[in-house]
């Protein structure tokens, strides 16, 4: 079974500084990653996701994120955030060949005028 | 552009009353879900289908049936509410390709009293 930590619950930041949102990953096979971002009262929607190849990727709205598979991560990043930033982030894990998606426990962003 | 809809919005329940809640989406995806959302705890697998007529249970699927007679309508049943079924229950679905992305319906809001 694979599963999906992100440590930091909350994570306030000043506009225009940058911010990592950790991800870290454990599964007994490879996987595919995604990173889903929660605007207040909608749903989910795909920031980036993390195939093959290149482990850098970009995502919309600026943000990118490193898939390190020596250390099982997959943290988000973004060299300068913007009040339309503030969002729960979620990172997610989904098998080879499963259909199954799981998801970390989220991460608040709060952008702080 | 109507992706995928939930029906109801909101709902408040007394235990002990059952209810359905209706997901219905028009892109032709082979797979849908239903996941909860709760503080702290992230996104959760109820159930899941990979085609019409096929279900398959996720990490919570105790106190919740669903059913998939047709390829664009997923449905998730509350036999018997709990106050423990308060959360915010997400539909999603996804082509039948494990390493697509999902696509989530606004939510519905169960208050279980």
């Known amino acids: 079974a694979q599963s999906v930590t992100q440590l930091d619950s909350q994570v306030p930041v000043f506009e225009e500084a940058p911010v990592e949102l950790r991800c870290n990953y454990s599964?007994?096979?490879?996987?595919?990653l995604f990173w889903y971002v929660q605007y207040p009262n909608q749903g989910l929607q795909l920031l980036l996701k993390?195939?093959?190849?290149?482990?850098l990727v970009k995502g919309i709205n600026g943000f990118e994120a490193e898939f390190n598979k020596s250390q099982t991560s997959f943290h988000l990043r973004k060299p300068s955030v913007h009040i339309s930033d503030t969002a729960e982030y979620f990172c997610a894990v989904r098998p080879f060949g499963n259909e199954k998606l799981t998801f970390g426990t989220g991460t608040r962003l709060t952008i702080i005028p | 552009n109507a992706g995928v809809t939930q029906t109801p919005k909101f709902r408040v329940l007394k235990t002990g009353q059952s209810m359905t809640l209706l997901c219905a989406q028009d892109m032709n995806h082979e797979y849908m879900y239903w996941y909860r959302q709760d503080p702290g705890m992230g996104l959760r697998l109820i159930h899941y289908?990979?085609?019409?007529?096929?279900?398959a249970k996720g990490e919570v699927p105790d106190g919740y049936n669903v059913s998939r007679l047709k390829k664009q309508n997923f449905l998730l049943g509350l036999e018997s509410a709990a106050p423990s079924q308060t959360s915010v229950y997400f539909c999603?679905?996804?082509?039948?390709?494990?390493?697509?992305?999902?696509?989530f319906g606004s939510g519905t809001q169960l208050s279980v009293l």
């Open positions: 993390y195939l093959s190849g290149s482990t």
């Open positions: 289908s990979v085609g019409e007529g096929t279900t």
């Open positions: 599964s007994s096979v490879s996987v595919y």
């Open positions: 999603a679905s996804s082509p039948g390709e494990t390493n697509e992305k999902l696509f």
